[in-house]
């Protein structure tokens, strides 16, 4: 242990320990910009200096190890004058529009503004002017906004291995942009959102679609129906004000349904769908000698990846739409048939943690219906905005079901939203699909867990099926590489595009943090173990389905409205 | 009157560069086959107690800093020479490599020993394109006679970046990286290129290596300035009858620097101001002339030794627009990393071209002042701390100078 | 040579790219995108990164250049020393502005800071080649030298 003293606290710490950290220990919080706790040290925006004892510079405490006897200064006059003259400069180009910011109250820089008792800056006002880029229906940049952390380069390049972003020019006139200083859309951007999270403030956001909302809530001959993707319940109470996972699904579905939806149905329905399709497609190649390993198809922004990344690898994606595609098909299809109502008139909005679902809504292959599968994808900030637009209490509203046909699920469905939770869920099903035994204990733990690739074996009556597992697509490039050299020895492979899986997604609330991810996680498992179903093949409703409507999984109608192509696209930029 | 001593430049005129057997004629490489004769850490404390200092402008103690590379546990360790020579008017490092090159191979070479490298660079800015041909011809000279043995030897050109003069924006740009500098600690002498212990030295430092083993640490440590002893090459610019290079004692005064070796000023005009140490250099007034141009006094009078480049300006000479010229250099060569030199170099740049027009008041170089001095002690690396100098001391030492132009 | 020949050379240098950008700048003087992308490929690095790299040094460029590039010198001696005439006449010759090419392709302007050749200021370089001491009437031969 180093023994430190802090603004005269002292204090004893681990060797190794930053003076950030050690500040912490004691109860002195050192304000931070670049800084992020789940990436690597960039000591670049200098707002945390603080004063050492014998020296002269100031060092900046995320970066500086302690030593023995140190002793640390962090607000002296010294130390508030630097710290303010260097947030004043940042602020100085940073266009003044926060009432207009989408990270508006949730911005680092706002707060440091705030705290930092910035009125009239000394420094002319000059706002660089660049044009937003608003060239993907999923994110969109604006330049004027960034200050240069670099945060959305590491989320982009050692997250994700995307390497979408970099620096371009130097000094006053560096700039974050993408691939060859082109849009996000010609550079490889999978549309995860990644940047999003890592942003400090408003220059990397989500393409709104607040608006196409009301416009179509306003219209008296629109029927307003949604899908709720499972990760989205656990993380919308922290939109409001509420600890993770504390809005009952109920009560959700209350607030849903004051803020203009007409019907509340659920993506888990599509999600139990997607596992008896997924299952049997997987069964199938496994006998009948198809391309394996087969990789899981529902999260957008790894379809993108495997698309750009890997277009040789194509044939290994599951065929299977999406839970949202796959349910955006059948609502106006069989739910219109059953509801007997004009499909043409169903506004089919989408309620996701991700940003590339947007994009994934809008391929032009998605409109197996005869019309626009899914006309508009909300992520969880959104219908956040919308809950806080409404007035809504949560804590004083009655709880309500979700609606008939397409609103039933199981816990398989629920653990969709965490990595490890499809592959779990498919071999709840296909276990006792190829065995024919019932499956006793249907927690499958060596598929949960934060574990950036995990791998399993599991004994179907001896057939070794062995799966791998990988979230975040840095991981799932390393699984791809070896099925690439050959040298995959698995039979299916389930991918997240996001840290954590679809509860890290881009479209959930801002987090920095892993350990927040972690407790979303804890969150949809306790669901899940709190529900009378949890095997999809028992969800009674898509029984029906197939009983009514699609016959058979892999069937006639199944190929038309559940499956689907890829596409290479692969950039001449990578 | 005082008089030149060449250390560094002991063959200058003497030998050929292009011809090693000059070098070798000259008493070359005899130094390094002493130092390999001795035990490393024997070899290390004679530097050290040379009390040789870098001289790149930080002046840390240049035994002491190869202690800690030697000390360092890795499979490769790296020996760099900084030749990445940009602050301007200064060419003293383009000087030794044209007319001497042996003299940096031996000095980098002994390094190597010392340490314990098989591997160096010489990190040569992009500006000195011809310099290329000859090195590659001295290092192969070198290598052929052997007296390298297990050390190679490369060159690598810089592109254009100033900021590259930063051991650790070198280090990333010999990586190929965007030479932006690296948060320290961790030092280069324990995690340096690629990861690895390595050695960055000025050219001029190495230069002086063989002939501290040759003459013996206690000869150079009475040389000059007690506690920055030996030499300096200093490039003189500007208004000075004598535009050319001297090397001296570290205990001449900046004005026999400028009025000695430099003979006065152009025209018999009367001297204004010098800027010693490149383009960071603080800008000296009159009064502070008869200060000793070593690494510490320069530092307590306020001002920097820095390259020992000295440009020196006549009273006709306008320093607002001087200043304002340099801030556009360090807007221009700021790498953009860190927020208060990104920001800071513009605004002072953007300040001081208002004040240059005569659109400024007291208030901006209050603020100027403020601004730098925050900057001086808040920026990732010494581009962003030093360049402020010029500012900071022109608006301590030519108050009058500003309010002249003031609206 | 092919731009592929070129950064081939340098594929077994660690951290070669910016050797190899110089010898593309040779035969091309700039850096065009295929050839950047290239360099990602060969020194294994994201082309954000080759091209983050391609724009931090001021001797490379991702735009296109004229054949001869002509580099003016403003540091603090060149400026004392009249390196604002140097760039006034030379824009009057070539009739362009700094940081333009000419519409034959031959000459491109371009500011730089310190060469290191303050012994004799002010100092232009064309295609890296440092020319000392330089007034107005020394130019249309320096610009004679040029292919």
């Given at each position: 242990m180093i023994n430190v003293t802090i603004d005269g606290i002292k204090a004893s710490v681990p060797e190794g320990s930053t003076i950030l950290q050690a500040a912490s220990e004691v109860g002195v919080r050192i304000p931070t910009l670049c800084y992020h706790p789940d990436q690597s040290i960039k000591a670049n925006c200098r707002v945390c200096v603080c004063e050492v004892e014998g020296n002269r510079l100031l060092v900046a405490a995320c970066a500086m190890p302690v030593f023995e006897g140190m002793v640390v200064k962090t607000r002296t006059p010294k130390v508030i004058e630097a710290r303010k003259t260097i947030i004043e400069l940042i602020l100085a180009?940073?266009?003044?529009?926060?009432?207009?910011?989408?990270?508006?109250?949730?911005?680092?820089?706002?707060?440091?503004?705030?705290?930092?008792?910035?009125?009239?800056?000394?420094?002319?006002?000059?706002?660089?002017?660049?044009?937003?880029?608003?060239?993907?229906?999923?994110?969109?940049?604006?330049?004027?906004?960034?200050?240069?952390?670099?945060?959305?380069?590491?989320?982009?390049?050692?997250?994700?291995?995307?390497?979408?972003?970099?620096?371009?020019?130097?000094?006053?006139?560096?700039?974050?942009?993408?691939?060859?200083?082109?849009?996000?859309?010609?550079?490889?951007?999978?549309?995860?959102?990644?940047?999003?999270?890592?942003?400090?403030?408003?220059?990397?956001?989500?393409?709104?679609?607040?608006?196409?909302?009301?416009?179509?809530?306003?219209?008296?001959?629109?029927?307003?129906?949604?899908?709720?993707?499972?990760?989205?319940?656990?993380?919308?109470?922290?939109?409001?004000?509420?600890?993770?996972?504390?809005?009952?699904?109920?009560?959700?579905?209350?607030?849903?349904?004051?803020?203009?939806?007409?019907y509340v149905l659920h993506t888990n329905f599509t999600a139990d769908l997607t596992i008896l399709e997924e299952g049997n497609e997987l069964l199938k190649r496994v006998k009948e000698g198809g391309t394996l390993p087969m990789f899981t198809s529902c999260s957008p922004g790894w379809i993108n990846f495997c698309e750009t990344f890997y277009p040789d690898l194509l044939d290994n994606l599951s065929t299977c739409k999406s839970p949202q595609q796959m349910f955006g098909s059948l609502v106006k299809t069989y739910w219109a048939e059953k509801m007997g109502v004009d499909p043409s008139k169903i506004y089919s909005v989408s309620i996701m943690p991700c940003v590339a679902k947007k994009f994934e809504a809008a391929r032009p292959e998605m409109n197996a219906s005869g019309y626009q599968d899914v006309d508009l994808v909300l992520t969880t900030r959104e219908i956040g905005r919308l809950f806080r637009m409404s007035g809504l209490d949560f804590s004083k509203l009655p709880g309500s079901n979700f609606d008939s046909w397409m609103g039933a699920y199981t816990g398989a469905a629920v653990i969709f939203g965490a990595t490890g939770g499809v592959m779990e869920a498919a071999l709840r099903t296909v276990y006792e699909v190829v065995t024919g035994n019932v499956l006793e204990d249907v927690?499958?733990?060596?598929?949960?867990?934060?574990?950036?690739?995990?791998?399993?074996?599991?004994?179907?009556?001896?057939?070794?099926?062995?799966?791998?597992?990988?979230?975040?697509?840095?991981?799932?490039?390393?699984?791809?590489?070896?099925?690439?050299?050959?040298?995959?020895?698995?039979?299916?492979?389930?991918?997240?595009?996001?840290?954590?899986?679809?509860?890290?997604?881009?479209?959930?609330?801002?987090?920095?943090?892993?350990?927040?991810?972690?407790?979303?996680?804890?969150?949809?498992?306790?669901?899940?173990?709190?529900?009378?179903?949890?095997?999809?093949?028992?969800?009674?409703?898509?029984?029906?389905?197939?009983?009514?409507?699609?016959?058979?999984?892999?069937?006639?109608?199944?190929?038309?409205?559940?499956?689907?192509?890829?596409?290479?696209?692969?950039?001449?930029v990578l | 009157m005082a008089e030149e001593m060449r250390i560094v430049l002991r063959n200058y005129g003497k030998?050929?560069?292009?011809?090693?057997?000059?070098?070798?004629?000259?008493?070359?490489?005899?130094?390094?086959?002493?130092?390999?004769?001795?035990?490393?850490?024997?070899?290390?404390?004679?530097?050290?107690?040379?009390?040789?200092?870098?001289?790149?402008?930080?002046?840390?103690?240049?035994?002491?800093?190869?202690?800690?590379?030697?000390?360092?546990?890795?499979?490769?360790?790296?020996?760099?020479?900084?030749?990445?020579?940009?602050?301007?008017?200064?060419?003293?490092?383009?000087?030794?490599?044209?007319?001497?090159?042996?003299?940096?191979?031996?000095?980098?070479?002994?390094?190597?020993?010392?340490?314990?490298?098989?591997?160096?660079?010489?990190?040569?800015?992009?500006?000195?394109?011809?310099?290329?041909?000859?090195?590659?011809?001295?290092?192969?000279?070198?290598?052929?006679?052997?007296?390298?043995?297990?050390?190679?030897?490369?060159?690598?050109?810089?592109?254009?970046?100033?900021?590259?003069?930063?051991?650790?924006?070198?280090?990333?740009?010999?990586?190929?990286?965007?030479?932006?500098?690296?948060?320290?600690?961790?030092?280069?002498?324990?995690i340096g290129l690629w990861g690895k212990p390595t050695i960055v030295n000025n050219i001029e430092t190495y230069a002086n290596i063989p002939a501290i083993l040759e003459k013996g640490a206690d000869w150079y440590a009475g040389i000059g300035n007690a506690a920055y002893p030996g030499t300096k090459v200093f490039t003189l610019t500007g208004d000075v009858v004598n535009k050319t290079f001297f090397e001296v004692p570290t205990n001449i005064t900046v004005r026999q620097l400028i009025f000695d070796f430099g003979g006065g000023i152009v025209g018999g005009k009367k001297f204004k101001a010098a800027q010693i140490g490149g383009t960071s250099g603080c800008f000296i007034p009159e009064s502070l002339l008869d200060t000793e141009v070593a690494f510490d006094t320069m530092g307590a009078a306020g001002l920097s030794l820095g390259t020992g480049a000295t440009f020196v300006m006549d009273e006709t000479r306008d320093i607002v627009d001087i200043v304002t010229r340099i801030a556009g250099f360090f807007e221009h060569e700021s790498c953009g990393k860190c927020a208060p030199c990104r920001e800071g170099t513009m605004r002072t740049a953007e300040i001081m071209e208002k004040i240059n027009e005569g659109k400024g008041s007291v208030k901006d170089t209050a603020l100027l002042d403020k601004l730098g001095t925050v900057m001086s002690y808040s920026c990732l690396c010494g581009l962003g701390q030093a360049a402020p100098s010029p500012v900071l001391t022109t608006i301590k030492h030519f108050a009058a100078d500003y309010e002249a132009k003031f609206k | 040579m092919d731009y592929k020949e070129i950064i081939a050379k340098f594929a077994d240098m660690p951290g070669g790219i910016i050797q190899a950008y110089h010898a593309l700048l040779d035969e091309f003087s700039y850096l065009p995108e295929e050839a950047v992308v290239e360099a990602a490929r060969v020194f294994k690095m994201s082309t954000a990164e080759a091209y983050g790299v391609a724009t931090f040094y001021s001797m490379f460029s991702v735009n296109t250049r004229g054949k001869n590039v002509i580099r003016i010198c403003e540091s603090a001696p060149c400026h004392v020393a009249g390196a604002a005439d140097v760039v006034a006449a030379m824009e009057k010759t070539l009739g362009i502005k700094m940081g333009e090419t000419t519409a034959d392709g031959r000459f491109t302007l371009e500011f730089t800071e310190c060469v290191g050749q303050c012994q004799a200021t002010p100092v232009i370089t064309v295609n890296g080649k440092p020319y000392l001491d330089i007034s107005a009437d020394k130019i249309p031969a320096i610009l004679a030298e040029c292919k």
């Open positions: 180009n940073h266009p003044q529009d926060c009432l207009n910011c989408i990270r508006n109250g949730n911005c680092e820089l706002q707060e440091l503004a705030e705290e930092y008792c910035v009125r009239e800056n000394p420094f002319e006002y000059k706002v660089r002017g660049f044009e937003k880029d608003f060239s993907t229906p999923s994110l969109f940049r604006d330049q004027d906004k960034c200050i240069l952390c670099r945060r959305c380069i590491e989320a982009c390049s050692v997250i994700q291995s995307v390497n979408a972003l970099g620096l371009q020019e130097r000094g006053y006139h560096s700039m974050v942009v993408p691939t060859m200083g082109k849009t996000l859309a010609e550079s490889p951007c999978v549309m995860c959102g990644q940047c999003i999270h890592a942003c400090p403030v408003g220059a990397i956001g989500e393409v709104e679609g607040i608006n196409d909302f009301l416009a179509a809530v306003a219209d008296p001959e629109m029927i307003v129906v949604t899908q709720i993707a499972p990760a989205v319940r656990v993380a919308i109470a922290e939109e409001i004000g509420m600890t993770t996972g504390s809005m009952g699904m109920d009560t959700f579905v209350t607030g849903l349904r004051q803020v203009g939806f007409d927690n499958f733990n060596v598929a949960r867990g934060f574990e950036g690739i995990k791998e399993a074996e599991v004994d179907l009556n001896g057939l070794v099926v062995k799966v791998a597992i990988a979230h975040s697509l840095s991981n799932a490039r390393k699984l791809m590489d070896q099925v690439r050299a050959g040298t995959s020895p698995y039979h299916f492979i389930e991918v997240m595009a996001c840290p954590g899986g679809c509860i890290g997604g881009g479209g959930q609330p801002i987090t920095k943090r892993n350990a927040k991810r972690i407790e979303r996680i804890d969150a949809l498992y306790a669901e899940d173990a709190g529900l009378p179903v949890r095997k999809s093949h028992e969800n009674k409703e898509v029984a029906k389905l197939y009983e009514d409507f699609l016959h058979e999984p892999l069937g006639h109608k199944s190929h038309e409205l559940l499956h689907t192509h890829y596409h290479d696209k692969h950039k001449t | 030998v050929d560069p292009l011809n090693i057997d000059t070098y070798v004629a000259q008493g070359g490489y005899q130094s390094l086959d002493k130092a390999r004769s001795m035990d490393k850490a024997a070899l290390m404390a004679e530097v050290k107690k040379s009390n040789l200092r870098g001289r790149g402008g930080a002046g840390f103690n240049c035994g002491m800093k190869w202690t800690f590379a030697a000390g360092a546990q890795a499979d490769q360790k790296y020996v760099i020479a900084n030749a990445d020579e940009g602050e301007p008017g200064t060419y003293k490092d383009r000087l030794i490599m044209e007319n001497d090159p042996q003299s940096l191979i031996e000095g980098m070479a002994v390094c190597a020993y010392a340490i314990g490298a098989t591997k160096g660079f010489i990190y040569l800015r992009g500006e000195y394109p011809e310099l290329v041909s000859t090195l590659n011809a001295a290092i192969a000279q070198a290598k052929d006679k052997g007296f390298l043995k297990d050390f190679d030897l490369e060159v690598r050109r810089g592109a254009g970046a100033y900021v590259c003069g930063e051991e650790t924006a070198l280090i990333e740009s010999i990586e190929g990286k965007r030479g932006e500098p690296r948060f320290k600690p961790p030092f280069p002498p324990v | -």
